[in-house]
């Protein structure tokens, strides 16, 4: 898992280190210092935690003047034990909320179990961003993790969507496919 790094390529757009509005604001990093770990295995320096002791992200890009960010994740989602989704939605999601974004993006293939437990911070985080129209999606969740996902039934808050060349991508026309997805579903 030490080899699987954030996706890097927009950090000339975006860095959250460099964001006043991030709560990952002024973080330093090194590339050599391997402390973090998911269970038994180191995972690159440079995830952000948030308070999950089996879930990591980083925050690729946050454009507040359209009102969506992205985030990538790498881990377990553990929502039976740890709790995740509320440390997520406390810790991250709502600082972003409140400056404004509406519109989440979470990059979920390197999330390779989840454990679901009750519902409640994903209809909150729901309704949170459908009061500014917005919505959130997981993109390109393992086959094998989306069962308890699915199973949870989460999905009626949270689509999982594919998107198989996202890094081929600029994050405004990643976001501009997103919202068009959830355009045509509102449309019927």
């Given at each position: 898992?030490?080899?699987?790094?954030?996706?890097?390529?927009?950090?000339?757009?975006?860095?959250?280190?460099?964001?006043?509005?991030?709560?990952?604001?002024?973080?330093?990093?090194s590339e050599f210092e391997f402390s973090n770990t998911i269970y038994n295995y180191y995972i690159h320096p440079l995830w952000d935690e948030f308070g999950s002791r089996t879930l990591y992200l980083k925050v690729l890009m946050a454009d507040y003047d359209s009102g969506y960010m992205i985030m990538e994740l790498i881990g377990e989602w553990n929502d039976a034990i740890e709790n995740d989704i509320m440390t997520l939605k406390r810790e991250v999601v709502d600082l972003f909320i409140q400056s404004g974004i509406s519109k989440f993006i979470l990059i979920v293939e390197n999330v390779l179990n989840f454990h679901s437990s009750d519902d409640c911070y994903y209809q909150e985080w729901f309704e949170d961003v459908n009061e500014n129209e917005g919505w959130?999606?997981?993109?390109?969740?393992?086959?094998?993790?989306?069962?308890?996902?699915?199973?949870?039934?989460?999905?009626?808050?949270?689509?999982?969507?594919?998107?198989?060349?996202w890094r081929t991508m600029r994050p405004d026309f990643l976001f501009q496919q997103v919202d068009n997805l959830f355009v045509k579903k509102l449309n019927g």
């Amino acid at each position: 898992m030490q080899n699987i790094e954030p996706y890097d390529n927009w950090q000339y757009l975006y860095t959250s280190e460099e964001d006043e509005r991030s709560p990952f604001y002024g973080r330093e990093y090194s590339e050599f210092e391997f402390s973090n770990t998911i269970y038994n295995y180191y995972i690159h320096p440079l995830w952000d935690e948030f308070g999950s002791r089996t879930l990591y992200l980083k925050v690729l890009m946050a454009d507040y003047d359209s009102g969506y960010m992205i985030m990538e994740l790498i881990g377990e989602w553990n929502d039976a034990i740890e709790n995740d989704i509320m440390t997520l939605k406390r810790e991250v999601v709502d600082l972003f909320i409140q400056s404004g974004i509406s519109k989440f993006i979470l990059i979920v293939e390197n999330v390779l179990n989840f454990h679901s437990s009750d519902d409640c911070y994903y209809q909150e985080w729901f309704e949170d961003v459908n009061e500014n129209e917005g919505w959130i999606a997981l993109v390109n969740m393992p086959d094998a993790t989306q069962y308890d996902f699915l199973n949870a039934r989460l999905d009626n808050y949270i689509p999982l969507l594919q998107i198989e060349n996202w890094r081929t991508m600029r994050p405004d026309f990643l976001f501009q496919q997103v919202d068009n997805l959830f355009v045509k579903k509102l449309n019927g």
